[in-house]
């Protein structure tokens, strides 16, 4: 997990290093974006901890959403497959509300699986 996280905050930080005036958003799961450990992984730094030790100012939104099903895959995209997950009602639209790792929430509404980019490519072959 480590080095994932690490990779992961490099990559954004060189980009956005590159790029100081551009705008950027970056889309991540709600543990990579956290700037706060997470109790089910204690100690883990997270790519948001690491860029705000880089000095990198972002604002960090929970993605919140309806039930419905997505990709859940480990390290390997082509180990996954489609689950149902449950969501969580919330209001439309984003909420800035400091606490529970992020700067605030998004609600993207009902979510429906998509494989990964991976699989189109290896059925396309």
């Known amino acids: 997990q480590e080095v994932r996280e690490e990779a992961m905050a490099r990559t954004v930080i060189a980009h956005r290093a590159a790029r100081p005036d551009a705008i950027f958003v970056v889309f991540a799961g709600n543990l990579h974006t956290r700037r706060t450990e997470w109790d089910g992984l204690p100690g883990v730094a997270w790519m948001a901890m690491r860029m705000a030790r880089a000095g990198v100012a972002f604002t960090t ?6 039930s419905g099903t997505a990709w859940v895959s ?5 180990s996954g497959g489609i689950e149902s997950m449950t969501g969580i009602d919330g209001m439309p639209g984003i909420h800035l509300a400091p606490g ?6 998004y609600d993207v509404g009902p979510i429906t699986a998509s494989p990964p980019a991976v699989q189109a490519l290896r059925v396309a072959r």
């Not at 480990?74 to 082509?78: E, I, R």
């Not at 529970?100 to 929430?105: L, T």
């Open 74 to 78: 480990g390290v390997d995209p082509s």
């Open 100 to 105: 529970g790792g992020h700067d605030g929430c």
């Open 61 to 66: 939104l929970d993605a919140r959403y309806r």
